[in-house]
């Protein structure tokens, strides 16, 4: 019975939420070539203590960011590059986010046009009447862009999320398993 005791012990320290509340995370998206995102522990708190740096996909350190006390972040970008956004506690907690280059340009391709990409926070600005294909394609992204946003933060923040019933149900197995490993211990020594 001891044994099942320290067992119980240590899965229950280890599923306990405040052992993983301080799993660290950080979420990153694009507007134009704006990169804005939070930095957060998982349950939703801000990690408005964290350091936030930025680099290239060289790996060169582009910009060191303090989150506000909401955990948000912005840096507007200058290179149509890969970035890796990574927020540091100080304290051993580290989370990566990357930023495709394709996100911040509007165009899925290894190469991107760096002149849209120093145009305005729009990007293409047309100087015709009538927007050219690339100027509304890359409009119609920024916008779906905007109205997917919050749908994705709410869907890691649900994913980074650890469910009481998830909790006990893990609980309720190790149980059963501890108490049919008793009764086949209890049975092995009547029958010996």
């Known amino acids: 019975m001891a044994r099942f005791s320290i067992l119980l012990t240590i899965v229950l320290s280890l599923v306990s939420p405040s052992s993983q509340a301080h799993l660290l995370k950080v979420f990153?998206?694009?507007?134009?070539?704006?990169?804005?995102?939070t930095t957060y522990f998982v349950g939703g708190s801000p990690a408005s203590?964290?350091?936030?740096?930025?680099?290239?996909?060289?790996?060169?350190?582009?910009?060191?960011?303090?989150?506000?006390?909401?955990?948000?972040?912005?840096?507007?970008?200058?290179?149509?590059?890969?970035?890796?956004?990574?927020?540091?506690?100080?304290?051993?907690?580290?989370?990566?986010?990357?930023?495709?280059?394709?996100?911040?340009?509007?165009?899925?391709?290894?190469?991107?046009?760096?002149?849209?990409?120093?145009?305005?926070?729009?990007?293409?600005?047309?100087?015709?009447?009538?927007?050219?294909?690339d100027a509304l394609a890359i409009l119609v992204e920024q916008s779906v862009a905007r109205q997917i946003r919050p749908l994705r933060e709410q869907l890691i923040a649900y994913e980074d999320r650890v469910r009481l019933r998830d909790i006990v149900g893990g609980i309720g197995y190790i149980i059963g398993l501890c108490g049919l490993a008793i009764w086949l211990q209890q049975r092995h020594r009547s029958g010996s």
């Open 49 to 133: 203590g964290a350091s936030v740096e930025v680099m290239g996909a060289n790996g060169l350190l582009l910009a060191t960011l303090v989150p506000n006390s909401a955990g948000e972040f912005s840096y507007e970008a200058k290179s149509p590059e890969d970035h890796v956004v990574v927020a540091n506690t100080g304290d051993g907690h580290v989370a990566r986010w990357t930023v495709p280059a394709f996100e911040l340009t509007g165009k899925n391709t290894q190469q991107a046009d760096t002149d849209t990409f120093n145009a305005p926070s729009s990007f293409a600005e047309s100087t015709s009447a009538e927007p050219s294909n």
């Open 28 to 37: 990153a998206f694009t507007e134009g070539n704006r990169i804005d995102g």
